[in-house]
């Protein structure tokens, strides 16, 4: 699987000349797409916006025109919303798959997202009845979120673990009975819920980047910043769990201190991707898995791609989703799971065939 | 500078695995750990390299081994697990790397501590390779490899041992005899190859008796849980103890080469 897709990547001589190309491509990929994103709307698509935009705002000399403070106020903070969720799910996936040695984990089949759904939702119904939480509003959808991510989190790899082993059936019967028992009581809540509430639920089972601003960026980018960082951080750590649990702590790394600690801060980096975009599927999925068919498994640059790839690929996504039945708009949770599912089950497929890995 | 067990026993849902073990094992000594299955020698293993849980006491270097963090014992002891599950394509070179956690020593030690590590297995070729598609036995010697890599990464550390559950056990019979010979190498003090000032001890679980006796120092003999002898090779491998510990006969001769004893089995 590596050594026949590495064709492209062959190109650079060394690993580290192919290392330093992979992550030239990817920023400039992420960069286009950030690009692509503010100039595309359903208004207008006009290439140099953003630096009109930007010129306007730092000399302050042109009138800023409507468009540009639709960019500079709706699509900018969308598409910064769009590359932050991209990266933090990519990343959780990446770290998931470590943490169960297994390449098959994500937020999404694992029932976090749907956890951290669940928490949003609850908030959103019952918010409005407590004056306090009404006033702290997206503040609170965040908490709420990150509680659900939490619990649904150490549902399953409680239930999942027989005798200290994470036992890989037991792991993904325990996602779909969390995604369902999650998916029940978002149905129930949808059928107490008036009218503008089920609105907001709906928006969330399928995500959406549409409701994207300044606010909602200034909580998101620094908390779901820090907690890949965090997560960066265990990368050896990581590698390590990958050579079997036994040998990461023979070489000295407190295997359950670092699991429960990758595992909060999955559950803090999803449950906030969650309060503001929805349950957006299959990207923490599919990025470490592209990245693992062209280049490296070692975590060490792993994460980092991860986070890139994952952002340029939600961005694509969105673009798509605005984009693709303008002027309305394809909620971004479908798109992905449109894409995701079918790429999805040909791994499965790769997987039948192939000896290495085991389910 | 030793390793040192008394009294020690365990005990997994009433029944007693190990059961009060006393023995010293010294730095620049290999000692071979022999037993019929399941008699004991991979929890004792795990016991000694600190991640098991036991009654009575274990001294490493004198510290009592409960006293001692994951990353304080991972630079006084390296560990080879009888199996290692790796499902992720990771290349020889990263396998190895491993062993040395990030920014310990400078990239040009680590390389040359990788390149090393992967000579004395014999396995210097398989460096660029893919870890997935290497044979049972291949793999095999790139773990041990990384073993051997945590162990130079502590060079500075003088007196360390290495732990190794049934490292020739998917080895082909030129590799069997390379590995134990190259271990002997590196338990040797005053071997001039390595760090000289260094002592390194070593405890080996093998099933070939024959490779215990021509390479080991001493041999640890285990039965249901018991230690039935710690002493040397010529000592051991006699034939009414092999007949009583593992219950088949052998004819005990002498090495040509080296004068160790050697078994054969009989075949009635």
């Given at each position: 699987m590596k050594t026949a897709s590495l064709t492209f990547w062959q190109l650079g001589q060394s690993h580290e000349h192919r290392r330093k190309l992979e992550f030239a491509v990817l920023s400039f990929c992420l960069l286009t797409l950030l690009w692509l994103g503010v100039s595309i709307g359903a208004s207008n698509v006009n290439f140099l916006l953003p630096l009109e935009s930007l010129y306007s705002r730092l000399f302050g000399t042109l009138e800023p025109s409507i468009t540009q403070s639709v960019v500079l106020n709706i699509r900018l903070p969308r598409v910064i919303m769009a590359l932050l969720v991209g990266a933090a799910l990519a990343v959780s996936g990446a770290s998931l798959q470590g943490v169960c040695r297994n390449?098959?984990?994500d937020p999404g089949l694992l029932g976090i997202s749907a956890g951290a759904a669940v928490g949003a939702v609850m908030m959103i119904l019952f918010a409005s009845h407590i004056p306090f939480l009404h006033v702290a509003g997206p503040y609170a959808v965040s908490v709420a979120a990150f509680a659900g991510a939490a619990v649904a989190t150490f549902s399953v790899y409680s239930l999942a673990q027989v005798n200290g082993d994470i036992q890989i059936p037991t792991f993904l019967l325990a996602g779909v009975a969390v995604n369902a028992l999650a998916g029940a009581m978002i149905g129930g809540l949808s059928f107490i819920a008036d009218d503008q509430a089920l609105r907001l639920i709906t928006f969330w089972m399928m995500g959406s980047l549409a409701s994207a601003t300044w606010t909602s960026v200034a909580i998101s980018a620094p908390t779901l910043a820090i907690a890949m960082f965090a997560i960066y951080r265990k990368r050896h750590a990581l590698n390590l769990i990958l050579l079997g649990e036994a040998n990461a702590r023979f070489t000295g790394i407190d295997v359950e201190k670092v699991k429960t600690q990758l595992l909060w801060l999955n559950a803090l980096a999803v449950g906030v991707a969650v309060a503001f975009s929805g349950i957006i599927g299959f990207i923490g999925l599919v990025v470490p898995h592209i990245l693992r068919m062209s280049s490296?498994?070692?975590?060490?640059?792993l994460i980092v791609n991860s986070a890139l790839l994952g952002a340029a690929l939600l961005a694509l996504a969105d673009l798509g989703s605005r984009m693709l039945i303008a002027p309305a708009e394809l909620p971004i949770g479908i798109l992905t799971s449109l894409i995701g599912a079918p790429f999805f089950i040909g791994l499965l497929m790769q997987q039948k065939r192939r000896m290495g890995f085991s389910l | 500078m030793s390793i040192q067990a008394s009294n020690l026993s365990v005990t997994i849902n009433g029944r007693k695995?190990?059961?009060d073990l006393n023995f010293t094992c010294r730095a620049s000594e290999i000692t071979a750990i022999v037993g019929e299955?399941?008699?004991?020698k991979s929890t004792l293993l795990n016991c000694l390299a600190g991640v098991s849980k036991f009654a009575g006491k274990i001294t490493l270097n004198q510290y009592p081994?409960?006293?001692?963090?994951l990353a304080t014992l991972a630079k006084y002891r390296a560990v080879l697990p009888q199996s290692s599950s790796l499902n992720f394509p990771f290349s020889v070179h990263e396998v190895v790397r491993l062993a040395m956690s990030l920014g310990c020593l400078s990239q040009t030690e680590q390389e040359r501590i990788i390149a090393d590590s992967l000579a004395l297995v014999d396995a210097t070729q398989f460096i660029d390779r893919d870890y997935l598609h290497l044979s049972g036995g291949e793999k095999q010697r790139v773990q041990l490899a990384r073993v051997l890599a945590q162990l130079h990464a502590h060079d500075h550390y003088q007196s360390r041992f290495l732990f190794l559950d049934e490292p020739t056990s998917a080895l082909d019979l030129k590799h069997q005899y390379s590995t134990l010979k190259m271990l002997r190498e590196l338990c040797t003090?005053?071997?001039?190859?390595?760090?000289?000032a260094r002592k390194i001890g070593a405890l080996v679980i093998v099933h070939d008796l024959n490779l215990a006796s021509f390479y080991c120092d001493k041999i640890l003999l285990l039965d249901g849980g018991r230690l039935i002898a710690h002493d040397t090779p010529e000592k051991i491998f006699q034939h009414h103890i092999i007949k009583k510990s593992f219950g088949i006969d052998v004819i005990v001769d002498s090495h040509p080469d080296s004068n160790k004893p050697y078994l054969i089995p009989r075949l009635q």
């Open positions: 390449p098959l984990a490296d498994t070692n975590y060490r640059y | 695995i190990l059961d299955n399941g008699a004991g081994i409960e006293s001692l963090s003090p005053n071997n001039v190859r390595f760090n000289p």
